[in-house]
């Protein structure tokens, strides 16, 4: 019986590797993989998931509007396994169709993704996927102090720590860093004082 998979976790903690792995895993054994992004995610080209680490791969991108079950249904009724990445920037609604994809097509979705944005505010999509996955995993990073890292800090371009803006703001190392919370508010607190 397919299930509907969260694996989540803080900005570098592999998700994206985990991902394009795991689409490899399934190739590997001759299955049919459809991998898809939302297409807010630009950062490396609105068509491709790559990682850290140099691997990439072509997705499809879904916009905010799209149909994600009526697009499998159209193009990749075939597929063995819908891997997503980047699955917090999805809508609700467009989670509850991944869920259907499960339900009614009995084809596996492995959904990869942030938990909580650079305030600890979860995002939209990631809240449908912890109300709804049949399985939740924590995707574990650490902190420079050598804690669990479960804040993705926004560093703005002084350096300091961002604690107001847009949800969204695409990045990567030289925008976030994942931190532990004690290390998030020790330097938030340490930064307002130097002001």
């Not at 009614?104 to 492995?110: G, Q, S, Y």
């Given at each position: 019986m397919a299930k509907l998979y969260f694996?989540?976790?803080?900005?570098?903690?592999?998700?994206?590797?985990?991902?394009?792995?795991?689409?490899f895993?399934?190739?590997e054994k001759d299955r049919t993989v459809w991998l898809i992004?939302?297409?807010?995610?630009?950062?490396?080209?609105?068509?491709?998931?790559?990682?850290?680490?140099?691997?990439?791969?072509?997705?499809?991108?879904?916009?905010?509007?799209d149909d994600i079950y009526e697009m499998f249904c159209e193009k990749c009724r075939n597929a063995d396994v819908v891997i997503s990445d980047e699955s917090q920037f999805f809508t609700e609604a467009q989670i509850d169709q991944l869920r259907r994809i499960v339900d009614?097509?009995?084809?596996?979705?492995?959904c990869f993704g942030l938990r909580t944005d650079f305030l600890t505010h979860v995002f939209p999509g990631s809240r449908r996927l912890l109300e709804i996955a049949?399985?939740?995993?924590?995707?574990?990073?650490?902190?420079?102090?050598?804690?669990?890292?479960?804040?993705?800090?926004?560093?703005?371009?002084?350096?300091?720590?961002?604690?107001?803006?847009?949800?969204?703001?695409?990045?990567g190392n030289d925008r976030y860093e994942a931190m532990c919370h004690r290390c998030w508010k020790e330097r938030i607190a340490r930064e307002s004082a130097e002001k």
């Open positions: 694996k989540y976790g803080a900005m570098g903690s592999s998700k994206s590797a985990q991902a394009l792995m795991t689409k895993n399934y190739e992004k939302p297409s807010v995610d630009t950062r490396d080209g609105a068509d491709t998931v790559y990682s850290r680490v140099g691997l990439s791969a072509k997705a499809q991108a879904i916009s905010p509007q009614e097509c009995d084809i596996p979705v492995l049949d399985s939740i995993t924590e995707i574990k990073t650490i902190c420079r102090c050598g804690r669990k890292a479960t804040v993705n800090a926004r560093i703005g371009e002084n350096g300091q720590i961002v604690t107001s803006g847009s949800q969204v703001l695409l990045g």
